[in-house]
């Protein structure tokens, strides 16, 4: 007898007949093979490979998909936008070391996606979206199909690979592309298109089956050259103020316990960049994070792991780097640890590359510092302690304040204490005061566990992170977010509560973007265009779908809300109502807003 149980409702994915997958007349039971299709095919070949878990947004062609993944035990997470389903996938394939996967429809969908795409590659997430696409022959005659457009033409450009599949007998192969694009190497977002006809396309189910691949090795090591990890420590050896500064990179790794010894072993002092806070501990005696305006002018020998010199790190040069004019080198000799060779030489000389996977090459450089490693000169480990002293005890005092209304620093203190004693809770955090003062404040006590708006400081992965975080780890996540940065993807409160995940939002609401107080230079009805309603109660949106909301003014109800949150893991929306006058335009990125040559 054929099968007539719906494969998509049994949770087995290939076990249709030739009569089911539409092949017209009925066929005898027992000579008709068995059948497969596409939609079969790609959750086949995806869950063949440990994908567990989708991030997307239903609709033409992909709302059956979604239900067949579901039925074959996919965990499939549904979103109201898909920019927050893409950046969902992003962060998960930075958590896991696995591609994330985002599921779009076509067009208007896909373009949603494509800002979390580029945004992964970008910051060498391994993600992929896969978009659902119309039908090839009527796009590229340009006659008006439903949704049309040419998605991978538009992808590429945006990402580090892209491919289309036209043939379920191909499914396996793209899956596989797909894969190895994300992760190898440096990682990053890849796109596959899926047409429209390819879900209902049919194959006999063992000739689909044997299609399908399953990535051996999809991130291969790549091991240091010897000469190039000599190189980097005789260099490091004849340093006088040598400086490690971790990406992260180096927090992508998972090399946690090798990294850390590196910097142990060495002594030292280290920087980590925001996402690499926690590699080690920030209350570790070796962090300069407190003298970071001392240490990298001051350095004569800086060792960079996973970490690229782009803005952030004002490109290796320039005053930050003691360099007289802004393109002006500092003094400094540099040590390059990175997968991609590329990156060498990209905006300074870089003296000794070490090019590999992190993991690989820490442990090399491990290997060739043995045990007996001179520890840099008292003179420079004082000179950094001096500066760090005195700079957290600075920030101690301001933060001992309790000043009315509350103000960053005030609210801050409190999420610094929460955090230290939820030192496995994941933190996501985006805005731009909202963003600067916590990295500055917060402390993080172990890997990954910072998850912020990364290399293009991009508004709107707040949701998106804390959902995928919570999913992937099943960890409390909490997300402090600008008020302004919140709106980018609040609607998502919805999918919090939906999935019942433990996540509390804390938004520090100063009624606009940096601040509160701007004012309409006109003088119309119109309010400033950096100004919101004052006083909006965020905190109602949580509730509307059934999270626990909270409006609170000082530092003691913050710290009784959040704490609440962490004990019931309910969907927690804290609105934390500052001071508006608190922010700075820009945050601590002022400096890179263009001046009007006129004169106001
Ligand atoms: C996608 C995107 N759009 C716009 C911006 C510009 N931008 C940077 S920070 C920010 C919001 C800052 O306001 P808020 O989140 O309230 O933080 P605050 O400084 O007030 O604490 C905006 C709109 C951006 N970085 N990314
Ligand atoms: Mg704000």
């Given at each position: 007898m054929a099968t007539v149980t719906d494969p998509a409702l049994t949770g087995q994915a290939t076990a249709k007949t030739a009569e089911q997958a539409g092949?017209?007349?009925?066929?005898?039971?027992?000579?008709?093979?068995?059948?497969?299709?596409?939609?079969?095919?790609?959750?086949?070949?995806?869950?063949?490979?440990g994908v567990d878990t989708i991030f997307g947004l239903p609709g033409i062609p992909i709302t059956d998909f979604t239900r067949m993944a579901q039925a074959a035990g996919i965990r499939v997470i549904s979103f109201r936008h898909e920019q927050n389903a893409g950046n969902a996938a992003a962060i998960a394939g930075f958590l896991t070391k696995k591609p994330g996967i985002c599921l779009t429809v076509s067009a208007p969908g896909f373009l949603n996606g494509l800002t979390a795409l580029a945004n992964a590659t970008t910051n060498c997430f391994p993600m992929i979206l896969i978009s659902g696409s119309s039908e090839r022959e009527i796009v590229d005659l340009q006659q008006g199909d439903y949704e049309e457009m040419d998605q991978l033409a538009i992808a590429r450009p945006l990402c580090k690979a892209a491919f289309r599949v036209l043939h379920a007998e191909d499914i396996g192969v793209g899956i596989a592309r797909a894969i190895r694009a994300a992760v190898s190497g440096r990682p990053g977002?890849?796109?596959?298109?899926?047409?429209?006809?390819?879900?209902?396309?049919?194959?006999?189910?063992?000739?689909?089956?044997?299609?399908?691949?399953?990535?051996?090795?999809?991130a291969p090591r790549q091991l240091p050259d010897a000469e190039a990890v000599k190189r980097a420590l005789e260099l490091l050896k004849g340093a006088k103020r040598p400086l490690i500064l971790l990406g992260k990179g180096a927090a992508y790794a998972q090399a946690d316990a090798d990294i850390r010894a590196l910097v142990e072993r060495t002594g030292i002092p280290y920087l980590p960049m925001a996402m690499a806070k926690g590699l080690l501990p920030d209350t570790h005696e070796q962090s300069a994070a407190a003298a970071r305006s001392y240490v990298l002018p001051e350095a004569d020998?800086?060792?960079?792991?996973?970490?690229?010199?782009?803005?952030?790190?004002s490109h290796g040069k320039g005053k930050t780097w003691g360099g007289k004019g802004h393109k002006d080198w500092g003094g400094q000799k540099f040590i390059q640890v990175d997968i991609w060779p590329q990156e060498m030489d990209s905006n300074v000389r870089i003296d000794a590359p070490v090019v590999g996977d992190i993991g690989s090459c820490?442990?090399?450089?491990?290997?060739?510092?043995?045990?007996?490693?001179?520890?840099?000169?008292?003179?420079?480990?004082?000179?950094?302690?001096?500066?760090?002293?005195?700079?957290?005890?600075?920030?101690?005092?301001?933060?001992?304040?309790?000043?009315?209304?509350?103000n960053f620093h005030s609210a801050l203190a409190v999420v610094r204490d929460i955090v230290r004693a939820n030192p496995d809770a994941i933190l996501v955090n985006e805005g731009a005061n909202a963003l600067d003062f916590t990295r500055s404040i917060v402390d993080m006590y172990k890997p990954r566990k910072r998850l912020d708006v990364g290399t293009w400081g991009i508004m709107g992965i707040g949701?998106?992170?804390?959902?995928?975080?919570?999913?992937?780890?099943?960890?409390?996540?909490?997300?402090?977010?600008?008020?302004?940065?919140f709106g980018?993807?609040?609607?998502?409160?919805?999918?919090?509560?939906?999935?019942?995940?433990?996540?509390?939002?804390?938004?520090?609401?100063?009624?606009?973007?940096?601040?509160?107080?701007?004012?309409?230079?006109?003088?119309?009805p119109d309010v400033a265009p950096t100004v919101f309603v004052k006083g909006a109660r965020y905190e109602k949106l949580m509730e509307a779908f059934g999270g626990v909301g909270a409006h609170v003014t000082t530092p003691a109800e913050l710290r009784k809300a959040m704490e609440e949150a962490i004990r019931s893991r309910r969907p927690t929306l804290v609105n934390a109502v500052i001071d508006e006058t608190a922010g700075t335009e820009s945050g601590r990125i002022t400096s890179l807003n263009p001046q009007s040559a006129k004169k106001k």
């Open positions: 092949s017209g007349e009925r066929v005898a039971g027992a000579q008709s093979p068995e059948m497969t299709d596409g939609f079969h095919l790609v959750i086949d070949g995806l869950k063949l490979n977002g890849v796109y596959l298109d899926l047409p429209a006809k390819l879900f209902a396309q049919t194959l006999e189910a063992e000739a689909g089956r044997r299609s399908l691949i399953k990535v051996v090795d999809p020998v800086v060792m960079i792991v996973g970490a690229r010199l782009n803005w952030l790190l820490v442990c090399a450089l491990l290997a060739g510092i043995g045990d007996d490693w001179a520890r840099p000169s008292a003179e420079w480990l004082g000179a950094i302690a001096e500066r760090r002293d005195k700079n957290v005890a600075k920030m101690a005092e301001t933060l001992a304040k309790d000043p009315v209304p509350m949701m998106g992170f804390s959902v995928a975080a919570a999913v992937v780890s099943g960890q409390q996540v909490i997300a402090i977010e600008g008020d302004s940065a980018f993807s609040g609607m998502e409160v919805e999918t919090i509560c939906r999935y019942r995940l433990p996540v509390c939002v804390v938004v520090l609401n100063n009624n606009g973007v940096y601040r509160g107080t701007d004012v309409n230079p006109a003088g119309g």
